[in-house]
């Protein structure tokens, strides 16, 4: 089965630092992404992690441990475009499960 | 141009009632997938087509038809609608293993 978890929410002052993390036990992985969803809107790519690691993209980052099945995305320097969903997405085989999302709100 | 379109963005209809939204992809991609969205904004797979055929089909009821004419389009017939429908279905594109583009979504209401 899968079992991806993920803080419902999260609130954070602009200009500041955010981690958002994701945890999962899944039968199989192929790989793990994250996903942004403004309200109303599709899901866009973030970043995506298959080894362990950082992987950096502008203020963007996200960490993968496979053996710990955990994985997290920072975001940098705040801006108020930033409040939205955050998905996490474990890919198996082809498919892709997600978690719940981690609502984000920026305050000024 | 967009990569991944389907049409219509709202729909609402009544309990009872047949509905199809229709899915376009213009990216070469081998895959197509539906996703449903509820209210409490999960994110659940439905089924997924590769080069028009299908390999994944999840517990969903069989009132929900996928039909893949060709490997860019992939079209969601749903009969006899019911509240529970009621949901934003996302249509998406990628290559295996590879990150999802998701179309702007069809809001469904059943009445």
């Known amino acids: 089965g899968q079992n991806i978890d993920q803080p419902t929410e999260m609130t954070a002052t602009e200009g500041a630092i955010v981690q958002i993390n994701c945890t999962y036990q899944?039968?199989?992985?192929?790989?793990l992404f994250w996903y942004q969803q403004h309200a109303g809107e599709a899901p866009t790519f973030l970043s995506y992690?298959?080894?362990?690691g950082l992987e950096e993209k502008g203020r963007f980052s996200s960490f993968l441990s496979r053996s710990k099945g955990y994985s997290y995305l920072l975001l940098k320097e705040l801006q108020m475009k930033d409040s939205a969903s955050y998905l996490c997405?474990?890919?198996?085989?082809?498919?892709?499960?997600f978690g719940d999302g981690t609502t984000l709100t920026v305050k000024p | 141009d967009t990569a991944v379109s389907q049409t219509p963005k709202y729909l609402v209809t009544q309990m009872g009632n047949d509905k199809s939204i229709k899915c376009e992809q213009n990216l070469g991609h081998d895959t197509m997938y539906w996703y449903k969205q509820d209210s409490k904004k999960f994110l659940k797979i439905m089924f997924s087509?590769?080069?028009?055929?299908?390999?994944i089909n999840e517990t969903v009821p069989n009132r929900f038809s996928p039909k893949s004419p060709d490997k860019a389009h992939l079209n969601l017939h749903i009969n006899s609608l019911e509240l529970g429908d009621s949901a934003v279905y996302f249509c998406?594109?990628?290559?295996?293993?590879?990150?999802?583009?998701f179309g702007s979504g069809t809001q469904l209401s059943v009445l």
């Open positions: 899944t039968s199989g992985f192929n790989g």
């Open positions: 998406a594109s990628s290559q295996p293993q590879e990150k999802l583009f």
């Open positions: 087509y590769n080069n028009k055929e299908l390999i």
């Open positions: 997405a474990v890919v198996n085989a082809g498919k892709s499960t």
């Open positions: 992690n298959v080894l362990d």
